[in-house]
């Protein structure tokens, strides 16, 4: 495949649309098997797959390492359970626009300027938008799932960026997927019972698990290699809008033009969070010339943008 910069924008776009459709549609497979048993196909379905094309190493590692990779994967498995949870109940572009605001925090609170404080009132000012004044139009319980899952996407962007300079290539991620499953499968199992054994649920199942986990991932991983990770950055930023067009495409979901520019406004801050971050790193670079060295980052630099994202 080409390696030019439009390929890999094509890359990332493409991930970030098989997501959000993967995302539509476990919604549609909640009357089927519920958000809990979509969650344990997803996570089960990808964890099996990841560790079949990964298959890493279980020796040498330390108690650290299966620490932290328990970890992320209780953070992977809470945040799915929350995603699917709030999707049941409010719509898809509302969920992550909400969602978004956890790593977006934690890339305002990394910043340590001053202009951060504007993209946090941006922030707030899409998510007042998207409530129309407040959020009586919005299922309450949906929403307080949706800012839930924020918080565990901010913890799963720091987790991540430790497990994965502990864990080579995705075997971290394979690992957790798989600590995540196993505590899945016990729920899952309670609240469907019988109906995931079925073979049109197991195979809509694996359709989310493809498009949710392993095709985004894989093409992400390809887009990286080709973009600077400032400029993935910005396009995985688009998150919200491109999960307003899948909600709308495949769940029929209309937002209304307040709601739309609610969006809007949350994508432009967290956009603006991921250039502003890219300008602080290049003043410490050139600050730290005379001092021989670089100011540490106050979070791993793959957990300072709101870019980082669950598999889900």
């Known amino acids: 495949m080409s390696r030019s910069p439009a390929s890999a924008v094509a890359l990332v776009l493409g991930g970030a649309l098989s997501l959000q459709f993967g995302s539509a549609l476990a919604a549609l497979l909640f009357p089927r098997a519920?958000?809990?048993?979509?969650?344990?196909?997803?996570?089960?379905i990808a964890?099996?797959?990841?560790?079949?094309?990964?298959?890493p190493r279980l020796r040498g590692r330390t108690r650290h390492d299966w620490l932290l990779a328990a970890a992320f994967g209780l953070t992977l498995g809470g945040m799915n359970i929350?995603?699917?949870?709030?999707?049941e109940r409010i719509p898809l572009g509302v969920t992550v626009t909400l969602e978004v605001l956890g790593p977006l925090v934690l890339s305002v609170a990394a910043s340590r300027r001053a202009l951060s404080v504007a993209w946090a009132a941006l922030a707030l000012a899409g998510v007042v938008l998207?409530?129309?004044g407040g959020f009586s139009a919005l299922d309450p319980v949906g929403v307080a799932f949706a800012l839930g899952a924020g918080v565990l996407w901010a913890c799963y962007v720091v987790l991540g960026a430790r497990v994965g300079g502990r864990f080579a290539g995705a075997d971290g991620l394979a690992f957790a997927l798989g600590i995540g499953a196993v505590l899945s499968i016990p729920v899952g199992a309670a609240t469907t019972g019988t109906a995931?054994?079925?073979?049109?649920t197991l195979g809509l199942g694996a359709?989310?698990?493809v498009l949710s986990s392993m095709l985004p991932y894989t093409l992400e991983l390809m887009a990286l290699r080709r973009l600077p990770a400032a400029t993935f950055s910005v396009l995985m930023s688009l998150g919200p809008a491109v999960a307003a067009f899948a909600g709308y495409v495949v769940l029929g979901q209309n937002l209304?033009?307040?709601?739309?520019?609610?969006?809007v406004l949350v994508v432009v801050a967290s956009v603006g969070a991921v250039r502003m971050r890219r300008v602080r790193r290049h003043d410490e670079h050139v600050g730290s010339a005379g001092r021989g060295g670089l100011d540490g980052d106050p979070l791993p630099r793959d957990a300072a943008g709101p870019a980082g994202r669950g598999v889900r």
Do not use: E, K, S
């Open 47 to 55: 964890a099996a797959l990841l560790l079949a094309v990964c298959r």
């Open 34 to 44: 519920g958000a809990f048993g979509v969650v344990t196909l997803r996570l089960t």
């Open 82 to 87: 929350l995603f699917y949870q709030a999707i």
């Open 256 to 263: 209304t033009a307040v709601q739309v520019c609610g969006v």
């Open 196 to 200: 995931l054994l079925d073979p049109v």
């Open 207 to 209: 359709a989310v698990a």
């Open 130 to 132: 998207l409530g129309r």
